[in-house]
């Protein structure tokens, strides 16, 4: 009996015209696919070492289990890092470091302006952009019950403001994307009205303009049909079991200075809540030109959040996600330098996304010029994410970015929202310990004098002296340092697409 199906199947194998293997390998060339399926379970149990897997290695993995799941978190025996390898970072402590207790260990900062009528008093880590649709319904219940009980924020991701953002009663951040998922009409624009009357919600905390994001910038969000559920579809506004591509631009503005007045209208339809906006740094001149922008309307977000050109939860393709857009470090100490510089700092808090998973993390971005941080992946892994790759599958086997019944049902909110607690208490408190440890007080007071980077084998450099910090206003006083000229030449407010020239 055994034998007759097994002959079918290599009978239908040397027959098909598809696949060569199976052609000439009948039947047992079909380990492959076994083989291949196996292959990243393989590499990250058994293979890889601690300090190299990725996008995320091992030591990271198991420091966010840890801290979610309150299990021991130190380590013993020294560092496994190479400390002599280039591009190892430290910071640099200090002999008069503080004692915890004298320091307010909750780390918060307020984002709003002084046209903000409701500021927000924002965690040092709040939960990165993912949306109802990419992750499950239960990973979003759990997410913005962690978010409750730890007194942080979530932001809600570009697929609209669904019923499990609300349920929990968490602090949102609510993001509205180039697609308008939440607040469109049927034509697929801006609604006024629905807008104004989500952002009543006292949930919502602060509103986000998506103008890009670091897993693929420049490109649109994707939604695949097989994530696209009746009730999703219902949220955003679509057809389901549709593929759905968010544009790659805003039909409510052309340029920096209309970017100014939808971020004004936000405002006052909000009733003054913070309103700001996501980007991933492409062309400098570009921002150089919102900066613009901002002094020639009068008009200033609350905050900016900068995303990494290194990707994040969001699936996308290959390209995008390894060769477009700045890198974060890069592209923070950028926005940073560019704020100050246009004297704008004092209205505008820098939230950067992108790779947070420890304090040391958080206190090298806050060092950069960051006010703030959020993460995606480490939220994601403080849930139960096993980094098994399959987000864009609708294969998640914890649940966690899934929208098959069978598998999300297994994910329990009343567990993970602990958990979600759990770790972002332990690691705003190991930010509060390094602070102290540098004989500091607060984030505010972290500068680029305070991380040290390995550059050759002989050589190392402050932050400071690699991205040199802008004096405030000098380019508003035009006094331009040789590495923007150009960029500062051909920025424009009138345009987001630079106007080329050439300079002799």
């Given at each position: 009996?055994?034998?007759?199906?097994?002959?079918?199947?290599?009978?239908?194998?040397?027959?098909?015209?598809?696949?060569?293997?199976?052609?000439?390998?009948?039947?047992?060339?079909?380990?492959?696919?076994?083989?291949?399926?196996?292959r990243p379970m393989i590499q990250?149990?058994?293979?890889?070492?601690?300090?190299?897997?990725?996008?995320?290695?091992?030591?990271?993995?198991?420091?966010?289990?840890?801290?979610?799941?309150?299990?021991?978190?130190?380590?013993?025996?020294?560092?496994?890092?190479?400390?002599?390898?280039?591009?190892?970072?430290?910071?640099?402590?200090?002999?008069?470091?503080?004692?915890?207790?004298?320091?307010?260990?909750?780390?918060?900062?307020?984002?709003?302006?002084?046209?903000?009528?409701?500021?927000?008093?924002?965690?040092?880590?709040?939960?990165?952009?993912?949306?109802?649709?990419?992750?499950?319904?239960?990973?979003?219940?759990?997410?913005?019950?962690?978010?409750?009980?730890?007194?942080?924020?979530?932001?809600?991701?570009?697929?609209?403001?669904?019923?499990?953002?609300?349920?929990?009663?968490?602090?949102?951040?609510?993001?509205?994307?180039?697609?308008?998922?939440?607040?469109?009409?049927?034509?697929?624009?801006?609604?006024?009205?629905?807008?104004?009357?989500?952002?009543?919600?006292?949930?919502?905390?602060?509103?986000?303009i998506k103008l890009s994001q670091?897993?693929?910038?420049?490109?649109?969000?994707?939604?695949?049909?097989?994530?696209?559920?009746?009730?999703?579809?219902?949220?955003?506004?679509?057809?389901?079991?549709?593929?759905?591509?968010?544009?790659?631009?805003?039909?409510?503005?052309?340029?920096?200075?209309?970017?100014?007045?939808?971020?004004?209208?936000?405002?006052?339809?909000?009733?003054?809540?913070?309103?700001?906006?996501?980007?991933?740094?492409?062309?400098?001149?570009?921002?150089?030109?919102?900066?613009?922008?901002?002094?020639?309307?009068?008009?200033?977000?609350?905050?900016?959040?900068?995303?990494?050109?290194?990707?994040?939860?969001?699936?996308?393709?290959?390209?995008?996600?390894?060769?477009?857009?700045?890198?974060?470090?890069?592209?923070?100490?950028?926005?940073?330098?560019?704020?100050?510089?246009?004297?704008?700092?004092?209205?505008?808090?820098?939230?950067?996304?992108?790779?947070?998973?420890?304090?040391?993390?958080?206190?090298?971005?806050?060092?950069?010029?960051?006010?703030?941080?959020?993460?995606?992946?480490?939220?994601?892994?403080?849930?139960?994410?096993?980094?098994?790759?399959?987000?864009?599958?609708?294969?998640?086997?914890?649940?966690?970015?899934?929208?098959?019944?069978?598998?999300?049902?297994?994910?329990?909110?009343?567990?993970?929202?602990?958990?979600?607690?759990?770790?972002?208490?332990?690691?705003?408190?190991?930010?509060?310990?390094?602070?102290?440890?540098?004989?500091?007080?607060?984030?505010?007071?972290?500068?680029?004098?305070?991380?040290?980077?390995?550059?050759?084998?002989?050589?190392?450099?402050?932050?400071?002296?690699?991205?040199?910090?802008?004096?405030?206003?000098?380019?508003?006083?035009?006094?331009?340092?040789?590495?923007?000229?150009?960029?500062?030449?051909?920025?424009?407010?009138?345009?987001?697409?630079?106007?080329?020239?050439?300079?002799?």
């Amino acid at each position: 009996m055994f034998l007759l199906p097994v002959s079918a199947l290599g009978i239908y194998d040397m027959t098909q015209e598809r696949h060569s293997l199976l052609r000439n390998f009948p039947v047992v060339g079909r380990t492959r696919k076994l083989m291949e399926g196996l292959r990243p379970m393989i590499q990250q149990y058994f293979i890889e070492p601690d300090t190299e897997g990725a996008p995320i290695n091992r030591i990271f993995r198991s420091v966010v289990y840890q801290r979610a799941k309150e299990e021991l978190d130190t380590v013993p025996y020294g560092t496994k890092f190479d400390v002599y390898r280039v591009g190892y970072e430290w910071l640099a402590h200090s002999l008069a470091a503080k004692n915890l207790t004298e320091i307010n260990s909750d780390l918060r900062i307020t984002v709003g302006g002084s046209a903000c009528k409701q500021p927000y008093n924002a965690s040092v880590l709040n939960i990165s952009a993912m949306s109802f649709g990419a992750l499950s319904h239960n990973a979003i219940r759990a997410l913005n019950g962690g978010a409750k009980l730890g007194g942080f924020a979530h932001n809600t991701g570009e697929g609209g403001l669904s019923e499990y953002h609300l349920e929990q009663e968490g602090d949102l951040i609510w993001q509205i994307g180039t697609a308008y998922f939440g607040c469109r009409n049927v034509l697929g624009l801006f609604d006024e009205g629905l807008f104004a009357e989500k952002a009543a919600y006292p949930q919502v905390k602060m509103i986000e303009i998506k103008l890009s994001q670091g897993a693929k910038p420049g490109h649109g969000g994707v939604l695949p049909a097989c994530k696209n559920t009746p009730e999703i579809a219902k949220i955003r506004g679509v057809e389901p079991y549709k593929q759905v591509n968010s544009p790659a631009t805003h039909a409510c503005f052309s340029n920096p200075l209309e970017l100014m007045l939808f971020i004004q209208k936000l405002r006052e339809l909000s009733g003054g809540k913070p309103i700001g906006f996501k980007l991933c740094i492409g062309q400098r001149s570009e921002f150089i030109a919102l900066c613009k922008a901002m002094i020639e309307t009068g008009v200033t977000p609350d905050f900016i959040t900068v995303d990494g050109g290194e990707g994040g939860t969001g699936a996308a393709p290959l390209e995008y996600t390894n060769s477009v857009g700045m890198p974060l470090m890069d592209a923070l100490a950028f926005v940073s330098d560019c704020l100050i510089g246009f004297d704008l700092k004092k209205e505008i808090k820098i939230i950067a996304s992108g790779k947070i998973f420890t304090g040391f993390h958080l206190v090298k971005r806050l060092a950069l010029g960051a006010d703030l941080c959020n993460s995606a992946r480490g939220m994601m892994l403080a849930l139960g994410c096993i980094q098994s790759l399959q987000c864009n599958k609708d294969t998640c086997p914890t649940g966690i970015a899934t929208q098959n019944p069978a598998l999300n049902q297994g994910l329990v909110i009343a567990d993970k929202k602990r958990r979600v607690a759990n770790y972002h208490r332990e690691t705003v408190k190991s930010v509060a310990e390094i602070i102290a440890a540098a004989g500091l007080c607060h984030t505010e007071e972290l500068n680029r004098s305070h991380i040290f980077r390995r550059i050759s084998a002989t050589e190392i450099k402050r932050y400071e002296d690699i991205y040199p910090s802008m004096k405030t206003g000098n380019l508003r006083k035009e006094i331009i340092p040789e590495t923007l000229a150009y960029d500062f030449l051909i920025a424009n407010a009138h345009l987001f697409a630079p106007t080329v020239c050439r300079i002799n």
